[in-house]
Every structure is written in structure tokens, then in C-alpha cells.
């Protein structure tokens, strides 16, 4: 694991899973995991925030099959960081993969794309602001 302005390169720090009906899945996992929820506005409908149950940290999100997210397969993507996402999506091209979004801005928080490896796996790159 490398390390670039302070920020950690190579580390698996968040999961996203992206389904129809992202209510009863965060239902299920809310349930099973013991995990608690937040809802964030999307503007018409709400994604969720799933974090610690015994804490307000924020371990992953489960989101509705809609907008940009509509492509991804039902699987839990984890984001991996990069030191420059636009670097590294076009590397990733380079090697035999597929960009299947982006690379776009994530907030305030930074950067990501989301790719496809040559095995067909699928994968977010992330790169965060300093």
C-alpha cells in the first residue's frame, strides 16, 4: 500500500450494492448484519447509508438501480483508491479492461470511475481529494 499527500493508495474503504428495490435489501441487511441506516435524498427517492450498529460510522451504502447506476450489476462494488483516478481508468483500458462510468466527481470527497477488469469483474477506482 503506497501512499500519496497524506492519502492511503490501494485500500478497499467503502462498498456500494445497487439493486431494483434497494428498500427491502437495506431491510434484509439492516436485519441479518445488524447494520443502521441512513437515507440520503436523491431527489424523488432515497439511497442508504448502512453503518456500525453500535456507532454512526458509515460502513457501506446499498442504492436504487436508477440514473447512473442503473448499468451495475446486483453485487456489492468495492471502491479502491487510486492516486489519480484519470490515470488509472485509462491504464485500466490499456490493459484489457472496460470503463463502464465515469470518471466523475463523488461529492466533496473526490473522484471515481467505475471499470470492468478483462475477467469481467467490476470495480470503482477512487481517488480522494487531499
Keep these: 500500500m503506497g501512499e500519496t499527500n497524506g492519502r492511503k493508495i490501494g ?13 427491502a435489501v437495506k431491510e434484509f ?6 447494520w443502521t441506516v441512513t437515507e440520503v435524498d ?27 447506476n442503473a448499468a451495475l450489476p446486483p453485487v456489492w462494488l468495492v471502491y479502491i483508491t487510486v492516486a489519480d483516478v484519470e490515470k488509472a ?10 470503463v463502464m462510468h465515469g470518471p466523475t466527481p463523488m461529492g466533496p470527497q473526490g473522484r471515481y ?5 478483462p475477467a469481467g469483474a467490476v470495480a470503482a477506482l477512487y481517488e480522494q481529494r487531499a
Design 113 to 117: 470511475c467505475v471499470v470492468r477488469d
Design 89 to 98: 481508468a485509462a491504464l485500466a483500458v490499456e490493459l484489457g479492461g472496460t
Design 29 to 34: 441487511y439492516r436485519r441479518v448484519v445488524g
Design 11 to 23: 485500500l478497499m474503504p467503502w462498498a456500494d450494492l445497487t439493486v431494483p428495490d434497494a428498500a
Design 42 to 68: 436523491m431527489g424523488g427517492y432515497s439511497d442508504f447509508c448502512m453503518n456500525e450498529p453500535e456507532g454512526a460510522q458509515t460502513v457501506a451504502g446499498i442504492c436504487h438501480a436508477r440514473g447512473v
